[in-house]
């Protein structure tokens, strides 16, 4: 039996949902905002603002209170694409938000993560930036 294949095709299954492709601003969005449609007791989408270019700024927060600070618990944040070609950040920060929010309640760890900690995660911090590469 092939090990490697294994594993595989035992954690493809958790990723599934967001496909392995770049994802320009509109796509995003959308991911960014069917995970927070559909996962609202763990998650809270909002804009800290525009870009240059007047697109949104967005921060999807995770944890078990998203909207509130709690005395108590850590908080941590993630961002990327910082600079217009930085297109691999983006793409494992979208992932990392997948893999918590359908590991949530099935994954021990993932779990108690979510319950202790909350997490704000920026895909992109220069939108403008990114649209603006012909190819990612």
Request: charged share 20%.
């Amino acid at each position: 039996m092939d090990f490697p294949c294994l594993w595989l095709g035992l954690l493809l299954p958790l990723v599934a949902a967001l496909d392995f492709n770049y994802h320009r601003q509109e796509g995003m969005e959308a991911f960014l905002k069917t995970v927070a449609q559909n996962y609202s007791s763990v998650t809270h989408l909002h804009s800290i603002g525009k870009s240059v270019k007047g697109r949104n700024l967005w921060v999807l927060v995770v944890g078990r209170f998203p909207k509130e600070h709690r005395i108590g618990i850590p908080e941590f944040k993630y961002v990327a694409n910082m600079h217009g070609d930085e297109t691999v950040g983006r793409e494992l920060l979208l992932h990392l938000i997948d893999y918590l929010v359908t590991s949530d309640g099935k994954d021990p760890e993932i779990t108690n993560l979510i319950n202790s900690t909350r997490i704000h995660i920026m895909p992109s911090m220069n939108p403008d930036g990114f649209e603006a590469v012909k190819k990612p």
